[in-house]
């Protein structure tokens, strides 16, 4: 398996809130991506990362933004968090001799934000 | 609007039966297609689709792509009960950051 972590990987926060959900992997893969799965939609991109300190935005990426000041670290941070944040986020690494196709997963963090 | 379209939501069988799994998709700058198999935990990759008509095998599952109608599907053979799970189909575009994943395909698998 690929060498990712997820952290927290369960947390409840109130509405309004802020919250930051960390990625870190030890594969020094150059892409990295975060994730939100929710039950009917599968998975659906929020931002990804293609270097240190190169970040863009995936189709779902209202009301969160991401930093990524080292390889092997990935944040998301939800800067106030609702309702409809409540899901799993996972994060995912491609291999950078392969370019950004084949992702692997880490373990998920289920957030819900009452 | 891109999108990746899997059917049948889901499918109950018995084991040792041969089972089917379709994706279509729609989506600009096509790149590759990505079937991935969700337990009750992160997804695991299984194949990665390229070109048309060749075929992609791992033991009992079997997958192939056909680009001019646009469509995969992934095919399990005699199917066990480690077999259930939701199967997710992905289509990456040529840039390789945009990923569209479809709602995926549960499967239970009776003994």
């Known amino acids: 398996d690929a060498g990712i972590t997820q952290s927290p990987r369960h947390k409840v926060t109130e509405t309004g809130t802020p919250v930051t959900l960390r990625c870190h992997q030890t594969?020094?893969?150059?892409?990295m991506y975060w994730y939100r799965q929710d039950p009917g939609h599968g998975l659906r991109l929020i931002h990804y990362s293609y270097g240190v300190k190169d970040t863009d935005k995936g189709e779902v990426s209202d009301g969160y933004s991401v930093s990524r000041s080292k390889t092997e670290d990935f944040l998301l941070t939800l800067e106030s968090a609702t309702s409809s944040q409540t899901s799993v986020y996972f994060c995912?690494?491609?291999?950078?001799?392969?370019?950004?196709?084949?992702?692997?997963f880490g373990p998920g963090t289920r957030l819900t934000v009452t | 609007e891109d999108k990746v379209v899997q059917s049948p939501l889901s499918l109950v069988v018995h084991e040792g039966d041969t089972v089917t799994l379709n994706c279509s998709y729609e989506?600009?700058?096509?790149?590759?297609l990505l079937w991935y198999k969700q337990e009750k935990k992160a997804p695991t990759f299984l194949f990665m689709l390229t070109s048309s008509g060749i075929e992609k095998k791992s033991g009992r599952l079997s997958s192939i792509l056909d680009k001019k109608e646009l469509f995969s599907i992934l095919n399990i053979t005699a199917t066990q009960t480690g077999d259930s799970a939701v199967y997710l189909c992905?289509?990456?575009?040529?840039?390789?950051?945009?990923?569209?994943f479809g709602a995926g395909t549960r499967l239970f698998v009776k003994a």
């Open positions: 992905a289509v990456v575009n040529t840039g390789g950051f945009k990923t569209i």
């Open positions: 594969e020094n893969h150059r892409y």
């Open positions: 989506v600009t700058n096509f790149r590759s």
């Open positions: 995912a690494i491609s291999e950078s001799d392969r370019g950004p196709y084949e992702q692997y």
